[in-house]
């Protein structure tokens, strides 16, 4: 109530297992008081999850009652292809607005951002480009730039936006030492599956105990883990969850020997 006094008109609701009844009761909450109750479909490939698995949910968040979907791709691992495919089939079965999330991590993420719009997405996440890419979303004035001239001509003016992606350039200098390892693409999160915002935590948790070195063996343990623990995606809270037990498992030489309380539930 209180954030929507304060200005906020769209609420992206999700849930770490994908379940329409934990998102519910948040959602009732936002379309009660006039806001846009955004449902979300948290993206993430497995033996478990196929095209079926999120067409299925699609319709039990329209039953549920959204306002629009976002297809949320925290770890950056929608491929281009199949985010065309995705977004095709959704649009074609519902009458819904649909929205497309995606972290670059990977390096995917322009284009898989590109095919959705081809597909018909409504609306896509990117970040200035002072502030994007690595950990981030794709840069905004690169996609501007990209759909100028096309049906999709997004009509932004790259001046502009040069003007704000100048002035957030000297805001990042101020928070440097905050900055992640990561400078160009890591394709080990296409295995991982790690979120952009778990890689710089677990880099951080790591550098703490003193195991900064342990970085790949822990990305190498995190989808074992995941997959002990029946492919959960992950996303908060479930992707601090798997990643601190791949820590543990790593530092202490013997798989779950220590099981955090989280894992064990």
């Not at 006094?5 to 379309?31: E, I, T």
């Not at 037990?245 to 530092?251: G, I, K």
Request: charged share 20%.
């Amino acid at each position: 109530e209180r954030a929507v006094k304060n200005g906020m008109d769209v609420f992206r609701v999700f849930d770490a297992m994908n379940d329409p009844r934990n998102m519910k009761a948040a959602l009732q909450a936002v379309r009660s008081h006039g806001a846009h109750a955004q449902g979300t479909l948290s993206y993430t490939t497995s033996p478990a999850h196929t095209l079926q698995t999120w067409l299925d949910l699609t319709e039990q968040l329209l039953e549920t009652g959204v306002d629009s979907i976002a297809i949320k791709d925290m770890s950056g691992i929608l491929t281009p292809m199949a985010a065309f495919e995705l977004v095709s089939e959704i649009k074609k079965r519902y009458d819904v607005r649909l929205h497309l999330h995606c972290h670059a991590t990977t390096g995917m993420a322009e284009m898989a951002l590109l095919k959705a719009i081809e597909a018909g997405v409504d609306g896509v996440d990117t970040a200035i480009s002072s502030m994007s890419a690595t950990y981030g979303h794709p840069a905004t004035e690169a996609l501007v730039a990209t759909l100028a001239g096309t049906e999709h001509d997004t009509g932004l003016d790259i001046l502009k936006l040069e003007n704000i992606a100048a002035y957030f350039r000297e805001v990042r200098k101020k928070y440097h030492a905050f900055e992640g390892q990561l400078k160009g693409y890591d394709s080990r999160i296409l295995v991982a599956q790690v979120p952009g915002g778990m890689l710089t935590n677990l880099e951080s948790q790591l550098k703490q105990q003193n195991a900064a070195d342990k970085l790949d063996q822990v990305l190498a343990e995190i989808p074992r883990v995941r997959e002990d623990l029946g492919f959960i995606p992950l996303v908060t809270p479930t992707s601090q969850i798997v990643g601190t037990q791949a820590v543990l498992n790593v530092l202490t030489g013997e798989r779950y020997k220590t099981i955090a309380k989280e894992t064990a539930g």
